[in-house]
């Protein structure tokens, strides 16, 4: 009997070392566990994340209470101090204080604030490779996984592309837990929400949803997680991009943003209790909101920092110069085309030289050399930006137009359209709005009025017909219309007022 019996056991011991082996071809499903045996448990760790490969995969041997341990962590990741002072409690214990369990030694051994038990490997694996500092200990069915990781950060300064006259000069960084602490230092509520998910086959990509539970659309948040946990990638390479592209699949054609983007906590936090969705994403240093309509996204921090009356004309002035940065240039070439229509008063805006290039030709050249500036600025370093913009002014302004490449008034009309883009925060809109002006460009060069009346209305369609994220109308509340909240989004009101037209 006794015979049988220890055989019996060394069968189940060798399968049990064979099915150890085999975890690691389907670890990733989510159904495989550590066992109590730290020999095991080593081998399985040194097979998949190769610290003898990879250097800055750091483990150490140690003994806990007369039990053998190993304690793996990423370098970089956690704090040298504290992992000192937690490895030397760990190694003082007694073998009489020693812990029975894993649930006991997280209770009663392990004095530290953030700590959490696993045994399936996928959770063990994925906290490491984040940078959770994991402890093995022989006898132990769980891992004691303890949260001493610090991420390499830049410091909490105002972002250039959404600077403020007034108001605070912080904002996001890459490390997501500095933005939610920034977002969370804004709202001080029980009701907001900050619900983990990631994404990423590969790369895991940490994805945070922010908003108020009691303020949100819960539709709208269900249908988020679900299309977040459908998302089949390898890897998020490009952040909020990639993940914008995941989640919104319909209408590439359409240039008009789906989204909008900010680096600012204050525009984050305000739009979550306005009942949006904030998604925050690992590594990258701007806030996705959704559902974003063209109001919003003209919207920017400076209306809300200024007096209401500073505020609306603010808001105001960018809708005016949104739609003359689409329509001035494609008009001047239909009156160019049509001088007849110019009334006596206004002759002076005729061209008055002779053209060398037709003006289809030097507008969509423009357009072009206009990019160019701004690509070569992005790689022009922070020392040279300066000499080289003004030579850039003074070869392509006046020297353009004396060799007879472009005329004066062309250059006039592009020099404002170059400079009013830059009245929008948004990338998106600006480009979707060139996009549509290079358009109304060729169809009224081709076709004349025809060609400018069906290219305004392409414009219009687009707007009208997109969709945000929740399948709402793009340009609410005009469509349907709804005569208080279209005075909120074209009017900064007061702040009661506000909150009463929010109500209704």
């Known amino acids: 009997m006794t015979v049988q019996k220890k055989n019996k056991n060394n069968n189940q011991n060798q399968k049990e070392y064979q099915d150890i082996r085999e975890y690691g071809k389907v670890w990733s499903s989510g159904g495989d566990r550590m066992t109590t045996s730290l020999q095991h448990t080593m081998e399985y760790m040194t097979e998949h994340l190769a610290p003898d490969a990879s250097f800055d995969v750091v483990y150490r041997v140690i003994e806990v209470g007369g039990r053998q341990a190993c304690m793996y962590f990423i370098d970089g990741f956690c704090k040298d101090e504290l992992m000192m ?61 303890i949260d001493s990781r610090t991420y390499p950060a830049r410091s909490v300064e105002e972002p250039d592309k959404d600077k403020t006259l007034r108001g605070s000069k912080d904002g996001f960084v890459e490390t997501v837990v500095f933005n939610t602490a920034l977002i969370r230092r804004r709202i001080r509520s029980t009701q907001l929400r900050m619900e ?19 303020r949100v659309d819960h539709e709208f948040l269900d249908s988020i997680k679900s299309k977040i946990e459908k998302i089949h990638v390898d890897a998020l390479t490009m952040n909020q991009e990639s993940l914008a592209e995941c989640l919104y699949q319909r209408k590439w054609f359409n240039p008009f943003p789906k989204f909008k983007f900010t680096e600012r906590p204050d525009v984050a936090a305000a739009q979550i209790l306005e009942g949006d969705i904030v998604i925050l994403v690992d590594n990258s240093p701007s806030a996705m909101i959704v559902p974003t309509s063209i109001f919003d996204i003209v919207e920017e921090a400076d209306d809300y920092y200024f007096p209401p009356i500073t505020g609306t004309y603010l808001r105001l002035s960018r809708f005016l110069i949104a739609i003359l940065t689409y329509i001035m240039t494609p008009t001047f070439l239909l009156l160019m085309q049509n001088p007849g229509w110019i009334p006596e008063s206004f002759r002076f805006i005729m061209v008055q030289e002779e053209m060398n290039i037709p ?10 050399a206009i990019d160019g500036l701004k690509l070569a600025a992005v790689n022009t370093p922070n020392m040279l930006s300066t000499p080289l913009s003004v030579m850039a002014a003074l070869v392509l302004g006046e020297f353009s137009v004396n060799s007879g490449w472009f005329n004066a008034e062309v250059m006039l009309y592009m020099a404002f359209v170059a400079l009013a883009n830059y009245t929008q925060q948004n990338y998106e809109l600006g ?19 025809y060609g400018y009346i069906a290219a305004i209305l392409i414009f219009v369609v687009s707007i009208v017909s997109n969709k945000t994220l929740s399948d709402k109308s793009y340009i609410y509340p005009l469509l349907p219309f709804n005569w208080k909240q279209l005075m909120k989004r074209l009017l900064r009101l007061r702040l009661p007022e506000a909150k009463n037209n929010r109500d209704n």
Do not use: H
């Open 431 to 449: 480009y979707a709005l060139k996009f549509m002006r290079m358009l109304n460009l060729v169809l009224t060069a081709i076709f004349g009025f």
């Open 196 to 214: 983990m998910m990631n994404a990423g086959k590969s790369s895991q990509t940490d994805i945070v949803l922010c908003y108020m539970d009691n």
């Open 85 to 145: 002072k937690i490895l030397q409690y760990f190694i003082d214990i007694k073998p009489e204080d020693m812990p029975r369990s894993a649930y006991e030694m997280s209770k009663k051994a392990t004095p530290y604030v953030e700590i959490d038990l696993k045994d399936q490997w996928e959770d063990i694996i994925y906290n490491i490779l984040s940078g959770v500092f994991a402890l093995f200990i022989d006898g132990f069915d769980r891992c004691i996984l």
């Open 359 to 368: 003006l289809i030709a030097q507008f969509l050249i423009l357009e072009l």
